[in-house]
């Protein structure tokens, strides 16, 4: 929480208080794949387990549109009052991001077990803990907070 590189903080804060528009890039068609963090690290302590030595893909193959996405965290984040928009596409964002872990399940006998919904609940529920530690002025986030000189 000390990171200032750290903006998951500040967003979790201002959808959950601040009414308006998030906007997505694009049109929201776009997919990504999401990997809880322990998922991820029980899939390298695998390989590292192994004597497997190609490459391998370890990821979550399961897709979710940038718009599932925001909705889902508007949904998870109690008294979110924030509506999603779309915006301006990103030059050469790719519009399909799906990891093949055949290899993994093959040669590892690993795969993800954390969900989508279940990764973003235990996220926002962390955030809110290490947000409750911290008392802010009404327009403040975390960022401002971490920057500010400390007071004399």
């Known amino acids: 929480?000390?990171?200032?590189?750290?903006?998951p903080p500040a967003t979790a804060r201002t959808w959950a208080r601040t009414p308006g528009l998030r906007a997505i890039y694009g049109n929201g068609k776009q997919t990504r794949s999401f990997c809880?963090?322990?998922?991820?690290?029980?899939?390298?302590?695998?390989?590292?387990?192994?004597?497997?030595?190609l490459p391998v893909n370890i990821g979550n193959p399961v897709e979710h549109t940038i718009e599932e996405f925001a909705i889902i965290i508007?949904?998870?984040v109690p008294g979110c009052r924030s509506l999603v928009e779309s915006g301006a596409a990103v030059e050469d964002d790719p519009q399909r991001r799906r990891p093949d872990i055949t290899v993994a399940e093959t040669n590892l006998h690993w795969s993800p077990k954390i969900s989508l919904q279940d990764g973003l609940q235990r996220t926002i529920e962390y955030f809110r803990e290490?947000?409750?530690?911290?008392?802010?002025?009404?327009d403040q986030t975390y960022m401002n907070v971490i920057k500010s000189p400390p007071k004399t």
């Open 36 to 53: 809880y963090v322990s998922d991820l690290v029980d899939g390298l302590l695998s390989l590292m387990a192994s004597n497997y030595t």
């Open 1 to 7: 929480m000390k990171d200032p590189r750290s903006t």
């Open 130 to 138: 290490e947000l409750s530690r911290h008392t802010f002025s009404h």
């Open 74 to 76: 508007k949904n998870l």
